[in-house]
T-cell receptor, first 111, second 110 residues
Framework: DVKVTQSSRYLVKRTGEKVFLECVQD?????MFWYRQDPGLGLRLIYF???????EKGDIPEGYSVSREKKERFSLILESASTNQTSMYLC??????????FGSGTRLTVV | GQNIDQPTEMTATEGAIVQINCTYQ??????LFWYQQHAGEAPTFLSY??LDGLEEKGRFSSFLSRSKGYSYLLLKELQMKDSASYLC???????????WGLGTSLAVNP
């Protein structure tokens, strides 16, 4: 069964902490994405990557960075967590068909 | 600009049929997706339309009219477990990003 795995289901972090969210896929997909989802705002794209070491900004990249050192792994980094980054974070991957497979999500709370 | 519209909320009765509409205005078109998302969970793939017409998959069907920029998701024989949010998404060109609607929250009542 193909999978996108996110390292944590729930996280609680303090304001100012550096936070790492990890995502691994086993489908050999080229494309990987990080979204955040908030009530009433839908899915908002933070960053995406279409190849190893490649990254592109999405709609809301401020306060975030990403790393893709290997094809299967795409990491989202919150450089200095703030309370307005409390959200559900969803990782997704896609191949040639462009349909997305999502990870189970990480609910991050910044206190 | 790029825009996808779908109703915010719908309610229906168990055993009935419901149609969830999606209209889009995008700079290009390379396929439309429907996803289901239960509360607190990740979206899961339901259907993909790239040509006009109806695609049927069990109790779920999806229709596309490219000339009208319109799609619908049809759910038959509704079950309580169909209570979820339904997301419409469009691939607007040869890039890899999907443009997402805000989702339609469907409540199925007994």
């Amino acid at each position: 069964d193909v999978k996108v795995t996110q390292s944590s289901r729930y996280l609680v972090k303090r304001t100012g902490e550096k936070v790492f969210l990890e995502c691994v896929q086993d489908m050999d997909h080229e494309n990987m994405f990080w979204y955040r989802q908030d009530p009433g705002l839908g899915l908002r794209l933070i960053y995406f990557s279409y190849d190893v070491k490649m990254k592109e900004k999405g709609d809301i990249p401020e306060g975030y960075s990403v790393s893709r050192e290997k094809k299967e792994r795409f990491s989202l980094i919150l450089e200095s967590a703030s309370t307005n980054q409390t959200s559900m974070y969803l990782c997704a991957s896609s191949g040639s068909s462009y349909g997305y497979t999502f990870g189970s999500g990480t609910r991050l709370t910044v206190v | 600009g790029q825009n996808i519209d779908q109703p915010t909320e719908m309610t229906a009765t168990e055993g009935a049929i419901v149609q969830i509409n999606c209209t889009y205005q995008t700079s290009g078109f390379n396929g439309l997706f429907w996803y289901q998302q239960h509360a607190g969970e990740a979206p899961t793939f339901l259907s993909y339309n790239v040509l006009d017409g109806l695609e049927e998959k069990g109790r779920f069907s999806s229709f596309l009219s490219r000339s009208k920029g319109y799609s619908y998701l049809l759910l038959k024989e509704l079950q309580m477990k169909d209570s979820a949010s339904y997301l419409c998404a469009v691939n607007a060109g040869n890039n890899r990003k999907l443009i997402w609607g805000l989702g339609t929250s469907l409540a199925v009542n007994p």
